[in-house]
């Protein structure tokens, strides 16, 4: 088991495995499936890029984006597979690799997803003009994406399309915007371009989060049974400090297995593995980094033999389930590992509170 802690140079050849998986997925147009024959979406392709990036393949990192570009809605956003928070099925998953596949979901997560993405690229590589480039395409989405929030702070976590009727929020998928309004606003800043009118949102979002609970889960059944739920505020931001530490402590033991990681969901024996390493993560920034540490640890049991990261693991069965080494999953354990040693200069981006409200 690879124990690493803060300062700990990663080992050569650790991330050999995940580098190759997404390698290996990146399409020549630059599109990152989640795994073969996978459907494309905005989210987790972006977070594939993120994981390039912190490997050094910078330039196939930029492919992706550069996907991201190609791809974009003339409103800011961008067509998606599946919405937030929705439970692994089979049938839903293999749709097919086309980008048309799937009914066409607009999802304010997804869209928002580019400005952590081009902000984390940016803390390591330092290149204005590409920043410069891509923030069109980031102003645009965080734009689209702030359009749909409501008199109470909460966003809308779809589009009002045909097949997103639903006129509702998502923990997990706003607290994940609310990350990625703080990087847009780190952009903007840089760029040395207004963001009152984003920090403002920010705020407001916050404050549903924190104080409105019932904003959330309106239309549908309760997102509880998820780790996301439980984690993502934390891991955001939203939720720092004593109350961020409690928020963890609360759902502790129903949703990590001691020796495994983190379940999906809380009434099925299954950890999966970016679960878990986003949980590390959201320990870091509760600033319980030995629990951190020993979650991450816990994961680098679930590769093949090659050192591709399983999607998740069956522990009644004893059976890596399903059958998929997803590329967002590498990605996570790469942004994981590098969070705990602080191998890049992005690396505190997911480490610690930044720009948060204070919340203790």
Known sequence: MTHLTYGDEIPDGHFDGARNRI?????????????????????????????????????????????????????????????????????????????????????????????????????????????????????????????????????????????????????????????????????????????????????????????????????????????MDWYYPVLAGVITGEAARRRIASKWDIFVAEGKGCRCVSDQPWVTIAESAELTMALLVAGQRREAEKMLAWQHQWRDEHGAYWMGFQFEEGVAWPSEKPAWTAAAVILATDAVTGATPASRLFAERTLAEAAE
Request: proline share 4%.
């Open 23 to 227: 390698l290996d997925l990146q399409r020549d147009n630059g599109a990152i499936p989640w795994y073969d024959g996978g459907v494309i979406d905005p989210w987790n392709h972006t977070e594939a890029a993120m994981g390039l990036t912190v490997i050094g393949e910078v330039t196939r990192a930029r492919h992706a984006f550069q996907y991201l570009q190609d791809t974009q809605l003339k409103d800011g956003s961008w067509w998606g597979q599946l919405g937030s928070a929705v439970p692994f099925d089979d049938e839903a998953h293999y749709t097919g690799g086309n980008e048309g596949a799937g009914k066409p979901i607009r999802d304010t997560n997804f869209a928002a997803y580019i400005a952590t993405g081009a902000w984390h690229h940016y803390l390591i590589t330092r290149d204005r003009k590409w920043l410069k480039e891509i923030w069109p395409n980031v102003e645009t989405a965080i734009q689209w994406v702030v359009s749909h929030q409501t008199s109470h702070g909460d966003i809308r976590w779809a589009a009002d399309d045909p097949h997103t009727p639903e006129n509702d929020a998502l923990i997990t998928g706003s607290s994940s915007i609310y990350k990625s309004l703080e990087c847009a606003i780190h952009i903007a800043n840089e760029l040395k371009v207004s963001s009152h009118d984003w920090s403002r949102a920010r705020v407001k979002l916050g404050e549903a989060l924190r104080d409105k609970p019932h904003r959330f889960d309106r239309t549908w059944e309760s997102k509880e049974r998820y780790s």
